[in-house]
């Protein structure tokens, strides 16, 4: 199996569900009685996109699509950025975000530098 393949299953897996899980949250953030613009609510808005971004580029990657490659890399930089932010902050990790961090660690390598075919 190819490397974007194996890297388009698992963040189509990552993506989806943390694209679910936040959807909740924003369902949730939304639904208070009392609506306000709120910096979670920026956040949350904000990391939806990014996954539910990546859930589409991850389908892209299957098929071995450059720019996906690229989005998705982006989408693991974004989510060891969280995990890094989310530990400094509250000085723990969640057993999810965790493992998602060191997914998104692990395959930072070949989704942002692809290996170079040498032409013989």
């Known amino acids: 199996m190819k490397t974007h393949h194996i890297l388009g299953i698992l963040w189509l897996a990552l993506c989806s569900a943390v694209t679910i899980s936040m ?9 208070q009685s009392e609506f306000r613009l709120t ?7 904000f990391m ?12 892209f990657l299957l ?8 989005a998705v890399g982006i ?10 932010s989310q530990f400094i902050a509250m000085g723990r ?4 975000a965790g493992a998602l961090g060191i997914c ?17």
């Open 48 to 59: 939806f996109v990014a996954y539910l971004t990546g859930a589409i580029a991850s389908l």
């Open 75 to 84: 989408v693991a930089v974004l989510s060891v950025i969280a995990c890094i």
């Open 63 to 70: 098929r071995g699509a450059v720019w996906a490659r690229t």
């Open 93 to 96: 990790l969640s057993a999810f």
């Open 39 to 45: 910096p979670n609510l920026l956040l949350a808005s």
């Open 23 to 31: 959807l909740g949250w924003l369902r949730q953030l939304l639904s």
């Open 104 to 120: 998104a660690l692990a395959s930072l390598a070949p989704l942002l530098f692809p290996p170079r075919h040498v032409a013989a």
